[in-house]
């Protein structure tokens, strides 16, 4: 079993930067793809960022590219996302995932990720 708990979220000025940590605990996740997905209101859940379990391989939201980075220590068992030039339409609550599958890729896709951390909440104010 696997619990996820974001960290990092708040309130800031669009233009403006935040960094999310996701803290992994109940065993090692190095073996785990992990993700970072979000929920504007009233918005279904979408992708944002996921890294593989060797941390060789990231994908990204065309709408994050270049602006997000998603990275990974397998010995702190921590997941984060460097959010830069951040835009109003992106406040959401940023949920952190991880997935049990032993893959060279990452899936986009919410039903394929095993564990869900509870969300932080990011406000971006315009």
């Known amino acids: 079993q696997v619990q996820l708990v974001e960290s990092g979220g708040g309130l800031v000025q669009a233009g403006g930067s935040l960094r999310l940590s996701c803290a992994a605990s109940?065993?090692?996740?190095?073996?785990?793809?992990m993700g970072w997905f979000r929920q504007g209101p009233g918005k279904e859940r979408e992708f944002v960022a996921a890294?593989?379990?060797?941390?060789?391989?990231?994908y990204y939201a065309d709408s994050v590219k270049g602006r997000f980075t998603i990275s990974a220590s397998n010995a702190k068992n921590t997941v984060t996302l460097q959010m830069n030039s951040l835009k109003p339409e992106e406040t959401a609550v940023y949920y952190c995932?991880?997935?049990?599958?032993?893959?060279?890729?990452?899936?986009?896709?919410?039903?394929?990720?095993?564990?869900w951390g509870q969300g932080t909440q990011v406000t971006v104010s315009s």
């Open positions: 995932a991880a997935d049990r599958r032993v893959t060279d890729s990452v899936s986009q896709r919410t039903y394929d990720y095993d564990y």
């Open positions: 890294i593989n379990w060797s941390g060789a391989y990231t």
């Open positions: 109940g065993r090692s996740f190095s073996t785990y793809a």
